[in-house]
């Protein structure tokens, strides 16, 4: 290895079989929505910082700590995308989107940056595939998104999921809740963790993410934001729960859930695969009717969720299970005559050309060897070439399976090797 480089601690390198799977996953994800009428948008994966920054909300965890930031040539304050939507709401009103019928419902998939403390399951690149839909406050939207999500982990092969739903009502719900939260954590005070204490003032919703035993008992009996929605935030939710259970999807309400970032209101949701443990997180979502004002947008409603592609393959790989197709070879050239070889790798292009996968020895093997290298392959045929059939212009095509041999001519060799794929032969 060439001495001082390797990959950046927190991403991965992308082997072909794990690349396979993630371009079936994104290939899933992207017939289950376009299915449901959701377009394909893609974003910059880099933009002003003030992005993120004025939507994510500065006391969220991914602004104060997570963006990756750097000035460029032009001195201007960028940062890498550590999450789409706040990209694509700007898309959507940068392009004039609200003028189309409403809801614009898009999809993305990429790669997004955090920097994050690495272990299994958590990154500094990551892959999210993510879904929006702007410009409707229809509560339908909001289970149809949750049921597609669910749809995409069934059809993966992961079943067990657990999804966990909220609602922290509309912004001025929040500032009198936010009151008798801070003075119920004030009033405990010695009993919970500096952590407790820090996110008082910074974000005291996250309070309830603490993760010191003593402290969460004491948040356990807090006041919940639940209890404090509006009327309307409060009809909302029970619609969005109607459209659920009409679906039969299972879930579980959990009043502490607020998600880390600052934009979110009325429904939030989070779906995970408890199995994988510490980050079992694998997608995660929320209404955020307010995003579009802070970005300098008219009043737009808008619904959204993200799922991480690593985490979503971890929990496949620790079932054995793979998203991908099985790679298939279709045929493997065996040739044992050097003088054979420019004119048979010839007609291996053309039969590629004819949707023919095929490759031939590249590493100058021994007759075994070849014909182990065709096995390994899972070619279902093989193209014999040696010393006699080049001196009479054939080759022999052997069936993996049935062990089958046909001299075939070379001229007609392609023409042979495509009506075999195409179960003419
Ligand atoms: P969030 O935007 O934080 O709600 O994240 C949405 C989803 O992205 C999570 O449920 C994870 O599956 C995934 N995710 C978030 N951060 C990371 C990370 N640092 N590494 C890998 N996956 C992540």
Redesign the pocket.
């Known amino acids: 290895m060439a001495e001082g480089f390797q990959a950046p601690r927190g991403t991965l390198d992308w082997l072909p079989q794990r690349s396979a799977a993630r371009r079936a996953m994104i290939e899933r994800f992207r017939q289950i929505f376009e299915g449901a009428g959701y377009g394909e948008a893609m974003t910059p994966i880099f933009e002003d910082k003030a992005l993120f920054a004025r939507t994510a909300g500065e006391s969220s965890e991914v602004v104060g700590k997570e963006m990756y930031l750097f000035e460029d040539q032009g001195g201007r304050e960028m940062a890498l995308r550590p ?1 789409f939507t706040a990209s694509i709401v700007r898309l959507y009103l940068e392009n004039g989107l609200s003028r189309d019928p409403q809801p614009v419902r898009l999809w993305s998939a990429g790669n997004c940056y ?1 920097f ?1 403390a690495v272990q299994r ?3 500094r690149e ?1 892959t ?1 595939v993510n879904a929006e839909a702007i410009g409707s406050d229809d509560p339908a939207i909001d289970a149809e998104l949750i049921a597609l999500q669910l749809r995409w982990f069934e059809s993966l092969g992961l079943d067990g999921l657990e999804v966990r739903l909220n609602t922290i009502g509309d912004r001025a719900d929040r500032e009198p809740y936010l009151d008798q939260l801070r003075a119920y954590i004030d009033a405990h005070s010695s009993e919970v963790d500096d952590e407790v204490r820090r996110q008082r003032d910074l974000n005291p919703l996250r309070a309830f993410d603490t993760k010191d035993p003593a402290s969460a008992a004491i948040m356990a009996d807090a006041p919940k934001i639940t209890d404090a929605v509006s009327d309307e935030a409060a009809a909302h939710f029970a619609a969005v729960r109607s459209f659920l259970d009409a679906r039969g999807v299972n879930y579980t309400l959990d009043p502490t859930l607020v ?2 970032l600052d934009y979110y209101s009325r429904t939030t949701w989070e779906i995970s695969w408890p199995a994988l443990g510490a980050q079992s ?4 979502g929320g209404r955020y009717d307010g995003l579009a004002e802070l970005i300098g947008g008219a009043p737009t409603p808008g619904v959204g969720f ?3 592609i ?2 979503v393959l971890l929990a496949l790989e620790d079932q054995d299970r793979s998203p991908a197709p099985e790679r298939q070879m279709d045929v493997f050239f065996a040739i044992f005559c050097d003088a054979a070889r420019p004119r048979l790798h010839a007609l291996m292009d053309q039969a590629r050309a004819r949707g023919v996968a095929a490759e031939a020895d590249l590493a100058g093997r021994a007759v075994k060897g070849q014909m182990k290298q065709a096995d390994r392959i899972g070619a279902a045929l093989t193209v014999v070439c040696g010393d006699d059939e080049w001196a009479r212009s054939v080759c022999v095509v052997r069936s993996m399976a049935s062990g089958e041999q046909t001299e075939v001519s070379l001229d007609e060799l392609v023409e042979h090797l495509h009506n075999a794929k195409m179960g003419t032969a």
């Not at 997180?281 to 995660?284: D, F, K, Q, R, T």
């Open positions: 999450e955090r994050a399951g958590r990154y990551f999210q998600r880390g997180g694998i997608g995660g993200a799922c991480g690593e985490r």
